[in-house]
DNA sequence: GTCTATAAATGGATAGAC
DNA sequence: GTCTATCCATTTATAGAC
């Protein structure tokens, strides 16, 4: 995928859809990394190398756009594609290294879920989308008795540790091995998935 | 205790350390539900009974009076007080049911750190408390090798499941019994505690 | 389709009276 | 010890030019 970022931008001018998928996805990364309040219109529209009027004009409220950002910005299905084997092991490493291999990163959708806890109007639409089809496709995967119960347990892991990981930080993680905090937390994880 | 609350309130005149108790209560509870930025001094000030100019003389500034807030909440020295035998159970048991018995509960201090994720002052307050007191605590009564990683792994554990059992509260938790829910996460802490 | 300029509102902080 | 009134910075939202 090319670079567009703010600085030294190609002068995309006049295309709508690019102009409005630029913005999308300023905003997703603000979001993620500031949360609903902080999140300024302002910053999200600079980051996209337009101004903040244009992005009022596309999704008519700051509301509006970041209702866009989280309805897609949710799908976790990439998380379990092939062989169901180790899954412990294979979210465990996924959740650490962060994910980069995913189409906005597994980090995102975990962050903005934690960064718009604040916010009710975000936290229904998690909740909706993760009864409806995120925790169902998990437990499909997970299998076995109270695989619903036990699905929501591996998603409460892996969201509490990549809040420590990637958020609080504590030194305990900061020096640790990715590989000892993999060992553990699949261990965890195995816990549920068993 | 006495109720002290906005509506009719008793008039209590001129006793600043009451006052500045009510104000810190005040400000617990809207930083629990609401987070930093939403949290705002004049709506403290108002369920104080008081003006925000008051809690600005007595805290200094907002950050101020949140510090001293997040301070006092995060004590969770209560979590360890007696054995340290089935240590996971006691832990799983305290944040499935609330935790009533502690001061301010279990779930005020997570739910601190849930909405105030997007602060980085909050998140620097929250850090440093962790590093300082609550973890190495926490590492202290787990022992073995590797105690401060797996500490974490134990408070990551004990976050991410106060998520989603008291904020997104997915279908499939609000089903489950208590129970089912202590037996899952006891065994997925046990993991870690070793 | 995008910008500049500005209006309107919010919210934190302060000065000074009582 | 507490309040009223005000200042000031920030930020959302809009109007209108190009």
């Known amino acids: 995928m090319p670079e567009r970022r703010a600085s030294a931008r190609p002068k ?7 102009t409005r998928e630029a913005i999308l996805e300023a905003a997703t990364r603000r979001l993620a990394t500031q949360g609903y ?33 989280i309805a897609r910005a949710l799908d976790m299905g990439h998380l379990l594609r092939d062989g169901r ?12 290294y962060g994910g980069e291999d995913a189409p906005d990163g597994v980090l995102t959708p975990l962050l903005l879920l934690l960064h718009s806890a604040a916010e009710p109007r975000a936290i229904e639409l998690f909740r909706r989308d993760l009864d409806r089809t995120q925790l169902r496709l998990l437990a499909e995967h997970i299998g076995g008795d109270d695989a619903a119960v036990r ?42 998935i068993g």
Chains 1, 2 share one sequence.
């Open 12 to 18: 995309r001018k006049r295309d709508a859809a690019a």
């Open 85 to 96: 084997a180790n899954l412990a092991d294979q979210l465990a490493r996924v959740v650490v």
């Open 151 to 192: 699905a929501a347990m591996v998603l409460a892991q892996l969201t509490g540790f990549a809040i420590l990981h990637h958020v609080l930080r504590p030194e305990a993680f900061a020096d640790a091995r990715g590989e000892k905090l993999v060992a553990l937390l699949s261990k965890s994880l195995a816990a549920c």
């Open 37 to 69: 309040e902080r999140a300024g219109v302002r910053e999200v529209a600079a980051d996209a190398g337009v101004t903040a009027a244009l992005v009022n004009r596309y999704f008519g409220s700051k509301e509006g756009l970041f209702a866009e950002v």
